[in-house]
């Protein structure tokens, strides 16, 4: 098959969960695709925007859904995957999952709930590390590069929580006992864009001792020192 004719999926970037935060680019992919294909959470967020047939997906049924998706493309259909906030943040299982039922993917970036973070601390991603823990996949050496990140506390990090067994407090008692500094600051930023949106900034060891559960909504941003 000529590059050409090769169907293509389109995966589209819907921002932080807020609709006024889908670009005009990711809307019009949506309102022109026969399929569009998501997360139900995901898909509500667009979901005045979709003409075509529904595909929602959930962690058990996103193989055969999304193997639907790629029969769709097969018939010479449009097809959208659309991701929370943007792909390129901590999406790599979606587009990974879209690459291997589909073949060709196309990004199109999305707000990422990462960029509104930075905004709301008035971080620059070029002194920022980004990272998450977000995903199935082996966490260990992402923990110990957050560790040496924070101890050696040279550039900002930015990172996202897993749920439920890596959120904010049990993030804040692995750096603790790995060095870092308890009186060092971090902000937990919770629900961004969204209704009930809220920031707290505290101390690592505050953090660490806080009983309260955070949103798996959540973002932990912890400043550089210099
Ligand atoms: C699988 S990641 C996907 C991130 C997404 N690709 C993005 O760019 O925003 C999901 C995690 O992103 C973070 N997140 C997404 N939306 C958020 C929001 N509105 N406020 C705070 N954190 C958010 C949370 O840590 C959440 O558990």
Redesign the pocket.
């Known amino acids: 098959m000529s590059l050409e004719i090769m169907p293509v999926l389109d995966v589209v970037?819907i921002g932080?969960?807020n609709s006024a935060y889908l670009t005009l680019a990711g809307r019009d992919l949506i309102a022109q695709a026969d399929v569009v294909a998501g997360f139900r959470t995901v898909l509500a967020v667009v979901a005045e925007h979709i003409r075509g047939e529904q595909v929602v997906l959930d962690y058990r049924n996103q193989v055969e859904g999304m193997t639907r998706v790629a029969a769709a493309l097969q018939e010479g259909k449009r097809a959208v995957l659309c991701?929370?906030?943007?792909?390129n943040?901590?999406?790599q299982e979606l587009v990974l999952l879209a690459r291997q039922t589909c073949g060709m993917v196309r990004l199109m970036p999305?707000i990422?709930?990462?960029q509104?973070a930075c905004a709301r601390a008035g971080l620059a991603m070029e002194e920022t590390l980004f990272i998450?823990f977000?995903k199935r996949a082996d966490i260990t050496n992402d923990q110990a590069e957050l560790a040496a990140t924070v101890v050696g506390g040279r550039r900002n990090v930015i990172t996202?929580?897993r749920?439920w067994d890596f959120m904010p407090a049990a993030l804040a008692r692995f750096l603790l006992a790995e060095g870092a500094a308890g009186a060092q600051p971090v902000t937990v930023?919770?629900?961004?864009?969204?209704e009930g949106e809220a920031a707290h900034t505290l101390t690592l060891s505050e953090l660490a001792e806080r009983a309260e559960e955070f949103s798996?909504?959540?973002?932990v941003v912890i400043p550089r020192r210099e």
């Open positions: 970037g932080p969960g991701a929370h906030g943007d792909a943040f901590s999406g999305g990422s709930s990462v509104i998450t977000h996202l929580p749920p930023y919770e629900r961004l864009t969204l798996d909504l959540s973002i």
